[in-house]
Structure formats: structure tokens, C-alpha cells
């Protein structure tokens, strides 16, 4: 990581602001260039009330 992503302060704002999106509902999503032209990607997608037709409901596993 560059020093820039190393700074804690940065990442205690990132977490804060992931956090607070999962929180209503959000989907929070990150990405991360590693060695070489490797890319790792995270996303964590919630499932909550359809704001534009709340009488859809999450999918069933």
C-alpha cells in the first residue's frame, strides 16, 4: 500500500464512512492495485427495502 493508504487516520475515516453506509442499507465497495497489474477488489452489497418499490423483497438463498 502507499503511504497515503497506510495513514490511519484515512482508514479510520474509510471504515467510518463504510460502516455508516452498510448501516441504511448502502453497498460499499473497495479496491486496491497490488504487485505487479493486480487489482484485489472487496464488495459487500446489502439487501434492504427497495427504496423505488418497497413491495420487492430480498432475494432467497
Not at 25 to 45: E, I, K, M, N
Request: positive net charge; hydrophobic residues 35%.
Amino acid at each position: 500500500m502507499t503511504d497515503h493508504d497506510k495513514d490511519l487516520t484515512r482508514q479510520a475515516e474509510r471504515f467510518t464512512a463504510a460502516d455508516d453506509r452498510l448501516s441504511w442499507g448502502g453497498d460499499v465497495v473497495g479496491g486496491w492495485y497490488l504487485r505487479g497489474t493486480g487489482f484485489a477488489s472487496v464488495h459487500v452489497v446489502t439487501c434492504s427495502a427497495n427504496r423505488i418499490r418497497p413491495t420487492i423483497p430480498c432475494p432467497v438463498r
